[in-house]
């Protein structure tokens, strides 16, 4: 038995004994002390410290990290204690504040199933779609609702805020106008924080924005891109655009108007009116607020402007069989293929907040969609009907959807605002003289009767019921849509609870997540997301708060950002931190931006160039390339370390010039490198700063940090180390921490003036980098709640489990299969890469053919010919048990036997188990098995899956058919059904 | 398109479109409108209303339902304000209780994915064991955890609560005593709710129940069946019952211990010490005090008295291909089977909680409970040790687990108490000169600085840290636990919560669930769980209160059993509903109990002929024989009515004596008896009462009531119509409702006294029936939520819509299968019944092989073989959609196809897809298949199982294997792995 019996000779009671049970981080971490030990020896040191102090560089091992506050870690009961004594310090106030964020009504069957659901927040991208098409399914329904509402026929699926998305939009314009159209034009009535970030994001690719009145703006002299317009306005106000947007085209500008998805179930869509192309969010379709983010922003466009689409796409296609699948489409835009040349270098986006918005349209559907959109616009009419009644106001205009500006007089716009507050409600002011009140689906008569009570001082007698009678449809008639949306049977037939949650669930079935098996994506770090991290984002306290909402309503969330803050400062060793980056490409961006602003207020405006090393992720090229710098590349060694003498080289080159280096430390190829320091000494000695991208904190933290090693400026990926999901595709968060003299210019907001964590002493921010201040809030307790629970003990013991659980797997694996890079004393980081190249010639295969291979066995195939072609990459993190690694291992030493018995001339060269992989039900079961090997050695490779068995929805996706033939919504019925059945 | 475009000419605002927009009712009531026409029109009616009026005799409408509250209903969100503003009414004391119920830290990853996924929490009870392996996993492993812990070879699977466990015992030591034993004795240190429940058992069993010091007891004389103990003692006392023990053996008496599971990983194990039986609550392992229930009791006892065993006993067996599986054992003991000479009338149990205990044990293991022991031992060791040093007190014992008691001067125990509350604290007042102090999980030493502070008045400079030092471990050297348990790797392997995570998900995927598809199971209701009705559920407010609390701090829980009250005698009919009984045969009990009050109040006792239909569900007449009634059975006729004639003769044969008829409505053949108004009306007139069996409630809200209907007391099972899941075999509620002049008999609580609500005039309570005053208080908000959100209407129209959809699934079956019972228009009520008997000549297809075939279809079974053998009775309920009906008939049809392909010679008549069904992938994909049908006509007969299959994760289960070689725990690894290698 391992069940120590009380010895009944020790009856005193040790105060150990009496400290709470519940302690977190032996559920996170999973390999056992006794595990430890044996597989440390395993690999060939005495110890856990042995193994760690002979891997990770003496030279910048920092002492031992030590947390200002939970230092000994919280337990799991405490921490929830905790989180809701810091959610009490919220209030939630009724919001009016409109600006592109408006309460909405989650459908409780979603917030379960799809928010609450580990089966629907643990994945990552849908890199592997054979097992992904649950998801893929449902972006393909937000897309085609994006596209169904704007009336334009192409969509992403999803960026990461409507301010990005405008400004991933006014890239496009420059780039369809070759960059040589300098001038993109916003129009005043604007949300503000979209013209920042605009304005933010002009500066460093080199255009100008202008801001003004669309009627009374002159195209000519001016080099004009693009143009963006509200529609409807940030005030309100509806506008028929048709003459701006036909003026600007004849200028051959291009047209972005950010848009309202509820507003479009019943005004004309922008492709309708002529726009090119339309942004905005869907966060009112069912996605809380969550005091900014994360919310699933979109972009649509015509298919002329595809190749120029930012982000994910998902796209129709064929698998092996010829059945319809689905899979991300037109891949070789991005950044992790493009590089620099990317169209844009986002990542990481909002795919489980796009699914939430897309199962939000399937269960109301066109027709309760529209009720809603004429529920909100009837109440904003009839308050304004209200309004115009009582003395003092009028209304600053008669065409809007849920948005009523009232001119209140003269100078008292903030004095009607605090009325409201005391009674509990926040309104906008717009400027001195008006306020604006926008409604939405959360609103009732009753909360327009308090409206009335507030704006007349409680002396009205008018009553929203009484009012109606009079009140009057405020949308111009020329602009009312008659157009049909949400026409395919998909949004036409789960509208019951029961429906829907057999729809999700039959979805999540085909899902492989972290609640079927690990997910060893290197660089990715697919480690636990406890429940308890988890709750504190469906709590109404932290979700159902307004960004902009008075800093004394999220006295909460404050508290929160200062502790994270701190702690992340304490964790990398640096002085101040932004949370406002939405994303690590993101957080990439806003550093290189940092940077840039640092060497500008120096006088150093030229210092320009960027080395990046050739092994760099993609996004690090792409976003130095948004930043307007020039990339240097330098090469690595036959080690995979940063090659020191090209280095120097290339920084002595550009000495005059020289802006950052970009570095991921551990290396992309799960190595410390020795030279680390000395990268960073010969940077600063050629006046560059040095970026280090932290998507590998989790070899760092407690053993070493960015700060402590020399980095000026870092981002961290919340979502690898610090435990927010990937959502299938995000959300994430990418905030950055920086040392003393770049903290000044740490990103600020147009609306809640924000800055480094803690503060600077001078403040000289760069502009906003996302729509809210703090990125995506709602889900920062997430970091938090691990960091707290972990403490330093905790958090430093992750580190090492995640070498450790790392160099157990190479070991284990080393003698079926080349380890690349090692370090000094050969050991990795906490990921390995890998090398199938030689299997090419010896057996036909290729890392893809292992990759699908693998899905047979039930699990995801690790990071795929990146940074290496050729090569898998693999990081199990530390919240694997060994019984997991074992199981892993042992599917890959199988699936080497399987290679062997093609070399070996025993399996079909073209035929085998791995060119044919995966194998899905409907085909292992065809009556017509005609395959050289046996089904049972095709489905059940493995005695566990015999037990359990997941199963890949489709044969391989064919990605090539898919590009040639694109096709990025849901079929018209009749068609599908054509291809179905032509397909069957 | 199917939707409507604002037409541009109507601009003015309906107040119609101002209200609301997340209305409930159309969320559960799945067929649309237009559906319902064309629907009822294919039945041969002109109108819904048309096929309701000619279903539902007009001699039984009631008037148009009116609810006293929220008749209109509450959208969504209103339902969940409300909702948190009653739980803002209960305060969550820190609870020193004891008594059965302790706080305990629900581990997160349970609660999200067991207690809030509908995955688990929406089965019925695994009677179709192919698709059900995972719960029948986890409750085998609760199985096991129990005989561990009491150190008893054989347990069930749960049961309602400790109390009616309790009970059960001494039911069973009865029976052993073959009832010539007629004496009970309780031992004085029992829990009050325990001694009060068998003091209500035995009385109506003929026992005799004496209540005293075991150690004073004399046995000579007393005709002693058995004997029950607590241990430790309610008081806290741990007492060595060897002698005790070991004399009620000598004089033949049996010796039932109540225990804690807790307490039981340091104390010597009941089967070690010699008892023949073990009762308990599994509560304290990771399931809310809930203010009562639901929690999953146990009762553990030797082989040699398996068949008197009560309730449901997981078994392994083998499966068709000779692979361990596991299912129900031993059914023949039980009440469907066995009727009244059934072990117990138990039926729905606790399976939910049962599995969160289990899985409690299984996360923390041995080892980690007996972390989580010694520490609640060292808190109220300290927290003893300190009170010995005040002034003033001294302690009851020096030998006890977690439960100090403190003796605290003469009449001065309320007081303390008092000082208690005044901190936020609950002390047990255990007589007037002690309190006792009942430590738990969730206890700290901070609390129990306070708790010195209290009894010290804030005076004393102890701190809980100084006093550990000297504290000493209290439990007695003689009876320290020396033996091992949950030695099984499965208690031993996930304590990750990655591995747990993964455990519970791999046990779900097995499980079918209403999240896959409808369950059509006939008398059990599956209906939507809606979300917002569970969402209270995992309230903290709701959940962490102890039964026992103080009135003034569950105000929030009160005036919901006041309005639950009020709905349920508005639907019902009645003038009062007790909320005490916890299932739904339960409320047979007490409803048969509340008879026999009334007839002995009435000075008419010998009244205890009991009528009841042959057609009846075995819980009647096993609740019947528990009240000690004569059963006299009656006939039906031809078209399964009661037998009219029949009836009247045995009332009057019987009308001396006659005590009650037990009558389902509508029958339990699914039709309205036309006789129903003279059933009842021949009953009274020979002085009988009528209990109606409330399951069929379904088909009678806003229609017609028992009240309205005759009946004098009804059972309403909350878990069916009134939308508590199932929980894959419990939770349940079975509150009944009566005619006024049986209102003072409802039961009370020796704790907490209660009775009717509305209270009645005069109070006479029988007793207790359950150990908790509102029996499962916590899953109450659910049904509370279900009518609040319908209102009438909605909840009227539930009905009709279930009429109709049963009605509709009748006709398109009729062509294929032969209906049995229809009324007199040819119409069914909401479940009918398909006459499976000629296939069985025709192509040797018996029921069972229909029902597994279904499994290949991805669906469940319908009721099979009852209450007619040979047939299958289908329930669809309101919250199924037309799609959902279609695709189930379209799998009816289907099979009835392969059923004419056996008969017409195509089909193999002893291999084919219904004999050798359900068809597991294991074995569908061997490399040996030799069946003379195909693999895709095996695994994929329907498209839809193309396009999303579920799995039946074993071939078809052999119940006799099993029941003759009964293993009801999991077996030690090594011949588990030579059972496994055996089958392979
Ligand atoms: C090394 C590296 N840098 C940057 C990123 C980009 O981060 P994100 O996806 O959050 O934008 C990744 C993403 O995986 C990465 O692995
Ligand atoms: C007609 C009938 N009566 C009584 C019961 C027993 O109810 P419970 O399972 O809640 O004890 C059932 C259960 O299915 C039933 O169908
Ligand atoms: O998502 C990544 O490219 O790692």
Chains 1, 2 share one sequence.
């Not at 001016?222 to 529609?231: A, D, F, H, R």
């Not at 701006?244 to 019943?266: E, F, P, R, W």
């Not at 036409?492 to 899902?511: F, G, I, S, V, W």
Request: overall charge negative; charged content about 20%; glycine content about 8%.
């Amino acid at each position: 038995s391992r069940m120590r019996i009380l010895p009944s000779l020790v009856r005193s009671i040790s105060l150990e004994a009496l400290k709470p049970s519940d302690s977190f981080p032996r559920r996170h971490n999973s390999v056992t002390p006794d595990e430890q030990q044996a597989m440390s020896e395993l690999c060939g040191f005495s110890s856990l410290d042995d193994l760690i102090d002979s891997t990770v560089p003496k030279s910048i091992r920092s002492p031992p990290l030590k947390l200002s506050k939970f230092d000994e870690g919280l337990t799991e009961s405490q921490m929830l204690a905790h989180t809701k004594s810091l959610a009490s310090k919220n209030k939630v106030f009724k919001s009016y504040l409109g600006m592109g964020y408006y309460g909405t009504i989650v459908p409780p069957v979603i917030l379960r199933n799809i928010m609450e659901n580990p089966g629907w927040y643990t994945q990552y991208t849908p890199y592997q779609a054979e097992i992904a098409q649950g998801r893929l399914e449902s972006l393909l329904n937000f897309q085609t609702m994006i596209t169904d509402f704007t009336g334009l026929p192409m969509s992403n699926a999803s960026l990461l805020d409507e301010g990005t998305a405008a400004a991933e939009a006014m890239s496009m314009c420059s780039s369809i106008g070759r960059g040589k159209r300098t001038t993109f034009f916003v129009a005043k009535n604007c949300h503000p924080q979209t013209i920042d970030v605009c304005q933010t994001r002009a500066g460093a690719l080199g255009l100008n924005v202008i801001v003004a009145e669309p009627k009374d703006f002159d195209y000519r002299g001016n080099n004009v891109c693009g143009v963006l317009l509200q529609y409807p306005g940030t005030d309100g106000d509806i506008l028929d655009y048709s003459e701006v947007i036909s003026n600007a085209h004849t200028y051959g500008a291009k047209v972005v108007m950010a848009t309202d998805l509820l507003a479009l179930t019943v005004l004309k869509p922008p492709g309708e009116l002529g726009a090119d192309m339309a942004v905005g969010s869907a966060q009112r379709f069912g996605v809380p607020m969550g005091y900014g983010g994360p919310h699933a922003a979109f972009l649509a466009t015509s298919q002329e402007y595809k190749r120029l689409m930012p982000g994910r796409i998902i796209g129709m296609s064929v698998d092996s069989t010829g059945n319809p699948a689905l899979r991300m489409a037109m891949q070789t835009r991005e950044q992790h293929i493009r590089r620099d040349k990317a169209t844009s270098n986002i990542c990481t986006a909002q795919a489980l907040l796009a699914n939430m918005s897309a199962m939000y349209a399937v269960y109301h559907g066109p027709d309760g969609l529209k009720v809603i959109a004429d529920r909100v616009h009837g109440l904003a009419s009839v308050f304004a009907t209200g309004i115009a009644k009582l003395e003092g106001f009028h209304l600053g205009s008669r065409s809007f959807f849920d948005t009523v500006k009232i001119v209140v007089g003269h100078g008292q716009a903030q004095q009607w605002a605090d009325a409201g507050i005391e009674q509990g409600v926040n309104l906008r002011v717009l400027d001195e003289n008006s306020v604006t009140v926008s409604f939405d689906e959360t609103t009732t008569l009753v909360d327009v009767d308090q409206l009335l009570q507030i704006f007349s001082k409680g002396k009205t007698d008018l009553t929203a019921e009484a009012v109606a009678l009079e009140a009057e449809v405020s949308i111009p008639s020329v602009l009312v849509r008659e157009s049909a949306y949400l026409t395919h049977p998909i949004f036409n037939m789960y509208h019951t609870e029961h429906e829907l949650l057999r729809y999700l669930h039959r979805l999540q079935a085909k899902d492989l997540s972290l609640t079927h098996s690990m997910i060893p994506l290197g660089s990715c770090t697919m480690k636990l997301n406890a429940t308890v991290e988890m709750m504190p984002v469906t709590m109404p306290e932290f979700a159902n708060i307004h960004p902009f909402a008075p800093l004394d309503q999220t006295q909460g969330y404050q508290e929160l950002f200062t502790d994270l803050g701190n702690f992340l400062c304490e964790i990398t060793g640096f002085d101040s931190v932004s949370l406002q980056p939405n994303a690590g490409a993101a957080g990439e961006y806003a550093g290189l931006m940092v940077i840039r602003a640092y060497h500008h207020a120096r006088g150093e405006a030229h210092r320009n160039v960027c080395i990046i090393p050739v092994s760099a992720h993609g996004t690090n090229p792409a976003s130095a390339a948004m930043c307007g710098m020039e990339i240097v590349a330098v090469g690595t060694d036959e080690k995979g370390n940063v090659d020191i003498v090209e280095l120097r080289r290339a920084a002595e080159a550009n000495k005059d010039n020289l802006s950052a280096l970009m570095v991921t430390y551990p290396s992309t190829h799960g190595v410390y490198e020795e030279g680390i320091d000395e990268i960073c000494r010969i940077i600063h000695q050629f006046g560059g700063q040095v970026y280090m991208d932290g998507a590998n904190m989790n070899a760092q933290v407690g053993l070493t940090s960015p700060g402590h090693i020399g980095a000026d400026v870092c981002h961290l990926n919340l979502h690898k180390t610090f435990c927010i999901p990937h959502g299938g595709g995000g959300p994430g968060m990418g905030p950055i921490g920086v040392k003393r003299h770049l903290a000044p210019y740490l990103p600020s907001h147009p609306v809640v003036p924000t800055g480094g964590i803690p503060p600077p002493e001078s403040r000289k921010p760069l502009g906003s980098i996302s729509a809210a201040p703090w990125g995506s809030a709602l889900i920062l307790p997430i970091s938090y709640s691990y960091i707290a629970m972990m403490g330093s003990k905790g958090l430093t013991a992750a580190s090492k489990l995640a070498i450790l659980n790392a160099n157990y797997m190479a070991k284990r694996l080393e003698g079926h299969y080349r380890v690349l890079f090692r370090g000094g004393s050969g050991t990795c980081a906490h990921e390995f890469i890998i090398d199938l190249r030689s299997f090419k010639g010896t057996a036909g295969i290729e890392p893809e053919d292992v990759a699908k291979r693998l899905m047979d066995y039930g699990f995801h195939a690790p990071t795929m010919s990146w940074p290496v072609p050729g090569t898998l990459m693999i990081e199990p993190t530390e919240s694997e048990s060994k019984a997991e690694l074992d199981r892993f291992c042992d599917a890959m030493i199988s699936i080497r036997g399987e290679i062997q018995a093609i070399e070996s001339g025993v399996a079909n060269p073209g035929i085998n188990v791995l060119k044919c992989a995966p194998h899905p039900a409907s085909v292992v079961l065809a009556d017509d098995w005609n395959k050289p090997y046996s089904r049972e050695s095709a489905a059940f490779p493995a005695t566990w899956v015999r037990a359990s068995k997941f199963w890949p929805s489709t044969g391989r996706v064919d990605n090539v058919y898919g590009d040639r033939n694109l096709i990025c919504t849901l079929l018209p019925v009749s068609p599908a059904a054509e291809e179905q059945s032509a397909a069957a």
